[in-house]
């Protein structure tokens, strides 16, 4: 069965400090990927998705970056982190269009 | 930018009775699909609503769909504490040859004992 692992699941960065978060999935082949962020209490708003290794595509420019070295790998990054990076994190993969499969989450916290 | 929004942002009901959420998009669809969400973790897929299909039922859950509107609804029916959570929905939209998932910003239920 396909699993999707995220971590880390909590993180406290100052401003100015790198950011790497990863995800991987098991089980699957050649998934879509996905990196969401979650305001608290609000929506999800769609970063990057990626339908196969090298292949991104950025919704919103900002401070962060997307690669997916691996076929089943996808890892958000930055280089200098804002205040405004805080969030919560979902990575997600999927077949086509079908559903989503959601990470647990990694909420992020710059000081 | 949000795709979807739900109706209302939040509803209270008491244990048995039932919940009813709305969800408008703006844009063609491919499908409509609704997730739950428990505070701090991931999203869980409920239902998927194809856009040739009107209605669609999974245990307590039905869907509606009218893209005349562009609108739907889930109905959660005898409604239970553990479903407590918040409900989002997502319009899948074509995007180059691939399809993204667009949420709105979510309805969040409390269900009283």
């Known amino acids: 069965s396909q699993t999707i692992h995220q971590w880390p699941a909590t993180l406290v960065q100052p401003v100015g400090s790198p950011l790497s978060l990863e995800c991987t999935v098991e089980?699957?082949?050649?998934?879509?990927l996905y990196w969401y962020r979650q305001a608290a209490g609000r929506g999800l708003q769609l970063l990057f998705y990626s339908v196969g290794i090298g292949q991104i595509s950025s919704e919103v420019p900002q401070n962060l970056s997307a690669s997916r070295p691996q076929d089943r790998q996808f890892i958000l990054s930055s280089k200098k982190l804002l205040l405004s990076d805080s969030g919560f994190y979902l990575c997600a993969w999927s077949e086509q269009v079908e559903k989503l499969f959601f990470g647990s989450g990694t909420q992020l916290s710059v000081l | 930018s949000q795709q979807g929004e739900e109706d209302p942002q939040a509803l209270s009901i008491q244990e048995g009775e039932n919940a009813t959420m709305n969800c408008s998009y703006k844009?063609?669809?491919?499908?409509l699909q609704w997730y739950r969400q428990n505070s701090g973790r991931g999203l869980v897929h409920l239902i998927l609503i194809r856009s040739n299909e009107r209605e669609k039922h999974s245990g307590r859950l039905r869907v509606t769909l009218d893209t005349s509107k562009k609108s739907s609804s889930l109905l959660i029916t005898a409604s239970r504490a553990a479903d407590t959570a918040s409900y989002f929905c997502a319009t899948a939209t074509r995007m180059d040859s691939s399809y993204k998932l667009i949420f709105g910003s979510g309805t969040r239920l409390l269900v009283r004992p």
């Open positions: 089980g699957t082949s050649n998934p879509n």
């Open positions: 844009t063609s669809i491919n499908n």
